[in-house]
T-cell receptor, first 118, second 111 residues
Framework: GAVVSQHPSWVICKSGTSVKIECRSL??????MFWYRQFPKQSLMLMATSNEGSKATYEQGVEKDKFLINHASLTLSTLTVTSAHPEDSSFYIC??????????????FGNGTRLTVT | RKEVEQDPGPFNVPEGATVAFNCTYSNSASQSFFWYRQDCRKEPKLLMSVYSSGNEDGRFTAQLNRASQYISLLIRDSKLSDSATYLCVVNPPRNTDKLIFGTGTRLQVFP
């Protein structure tokens, strides 16, 4: 149980274009999903908390106009990297918190999206 | 000081060895703790939660020392397949869903 699917697994795009990444909870509903970014040899850094039906909460230093998050249903959150630049190249990972979770439950992660901007 | 600190390693150990990793956290009011495993270019996967009394899962033992603010992971009888990066993860107070990740400790088990 608690399967999270992320798509695409990898994407290469040209500088200035936008890229959309999808995160789906396959067998549970999730009011809350999280988006992380990981640069090589660094830890996962939380970018934003996605809340179904309301605006996402962004971490300090993350530009909300550049990283657009939409969480329109209880099983899908999307992250759009707008006007991507080479420095946005990274490993983006989503996670979802099942609505049935108790507090302090661990998170389950999607398989990640490796973005390369040329 | 980082919220969660780990020795990046790498720890190079032979098969069958016992290896231990430590992790320190800065916020004494942190609520919950986990060890995740991350293989190269893959997503993290939960290895085990860490309970106050310590807990064991097969060859893996996790312990928490709240007084000294560190958690540990012990791996006995290392296998080649244990080679990975082990992430120490802490749930800060007042937010039970937002996890803080350490940079990870890399383990390489050789034949």
């Amino acid at each position: 149980g608690a399967v999270v699917s992320q798509h695409p697994s990898w994407v290469i795009c040209k500088s200035g274009t936008s890229v959309k990444i999808e995160c789906r909870s396959l067998d549970f509903q999730a009011t809350t999903m999280f988006w992380y970014r990981q640069f090589p040899k660094q830890s996962l850094m939380l970018m934003a908390t996605s809340n179904e039906g309301s605006k996402a909460t962004y971490e300090q230093g993350v530009e909300k106009d550049k990283f657009l998050i939409n969480h329109a249903s209880l099983t899908l959150s999307t992250l759009t990297v707008t006007s991507a630049h080479p420095e946005d190249s990274s490993f983006y990972i989503c996670s979802a918190l099942p609505n049935y979770s108790r507090s302090n439950s661990p998170l389950h992660f999607g398989n990640g999206t490796r973005l390369t901007v040329t | 000081r980082k919220e969660v600190e780990q020795d990046p390693g790498p720890f190079n150990v032979p098969e069958g060895a016992t290896v231990a990793f430590n992790c320190t956290y800065s916020n004494s009011a942190s609520q919950s703790f986990f060890w995740y495993r991350q293989d190269c270019r893959k997503e993290p996967k939960l290895l085990m939660s860490v309970y106050s009394s310590g807990n064991e899962d097969g060859r893996f033992t996790a312990q928490l020392n709240r007084a000294s603010q560190y958690i540990s992971l012990l791996i006995r009888d290392s296998k080649l397949s244990d080679s990975a990066t082990y992430l120490c993860v802490v749930n800060p107070p007042r937010n039970t869903d937002k996890l803080i990740f350490g940079t990870g400790t890399r383990l390489q088990v050789f034949p």
